[in-house]
């Protein structure tokens, strides 16, 4: 267990849709990433987030966006749903040392 | 344009032998790598990492080794077992102003090792 939770853990919905994701990092770390796991595809980095400020983008559609509140926990909102955006999303949080620590991921199915 | 490329997408091993992951990078910002073990419908797990000062790093029977002028690192494990069958992913770190940091991740290498 890496201390990292996220819900739901999955979630089948409609093209056109929008969806909220949830994570919450370990206890202590600041910061949050979310990532992107296709068929077939690596781990693509989509943002990360250090005590409630955008820190770094990465490959992150203009129909995604995500936050970190205050609690630092953290949303990733999909909208406008494609097919394409069927994947595993990955949230991951770390402290000071470089490693992550990823959550078991939110499987999205878009139908 | 893959910073971090793991040219192999599969390997398959005996077990009791050693497992070779090989990873290449690019860039030569990157002063910090690592290895992710990951099963399926399972989130990455952190296995071993190695600063750019160093050109090897231990830890049981992972061990990572770096090479800064070829550009190249790879991970041994010795003795392979089948627990280890999973698929391995190699991240670079480049850090940046302070807490930013991102990793750059290769596309994974399928390791299967066989009873």
């Known amino acids: 267990d890496s201390g990292v939770t996220q819900t739901p853990k999955h979630l089948i919905t409609a093209t056109g849709q929008r969806v909220t994701l949830r994570c919450s990092p370990r206890?202590?770390?600041?910061?949050v990433y979310w990532y992107q796991q296709s068929l077939d595809q690596g781990l693509q980095f989509l943002i990360q987030y250090y005590n409630g400020e955008e820190r770094a983008k990465g490959n992150i559609l203009e129909r995604f966006s995500a936050q970190q509140f205050p609690d630092l926990h953290s949303e990733l909102n999909l909208s406008s749903l494609e097919l394409g955006d069927s994947a595993l999303y990955f949230c991951a949080s770390s402290g000071l040392a470089n490693e992550q620590f990823f959550g078991p991921g939110t499987r999205l199915t878009v139908l | 344009d893959q910073q971090v490329k793991q040219n192999s997408p599969s390997l398959s091993v005996q077990e009791g032998r050693i497992s070779i992951l090989n990873c290449d990078y690019t860039?030569?910002?990157?002063?910090?790598f690592l290895w992710y073990k990951k099963y399926p419908a399972e989130g990455p797990t952190f296995l071993i990492s190695?600063?750019?000062i160093k050109d090897k790093n231990e830890d049981g029977r992972f061990t990572v080794f770096l090479n800064k002028s070829a550009k190249h690192l790879s991970l041994h494990i010795v003795p392979s077992q089948p627990g280890d069958s999973a698929v391995y992913f190699c991240?670079?770190?480049?850090?940046?102003?302070?807490?930013?940091?991102?990793?750059?991740w290769g596309l994974g290498t399928s390791l299967a090792v066989n009873p």
């Open positions: 860039n030569s910002m990157f002063d910090y």
């Open positions: 991240a670079a770190s480049e850090t940046y102003a302070g807490n930013n940091r991102k990793l750059i």
């Open positions: 206890s202590g770390d600041l910061s």
């Open positions: 190695i600063s750019s």
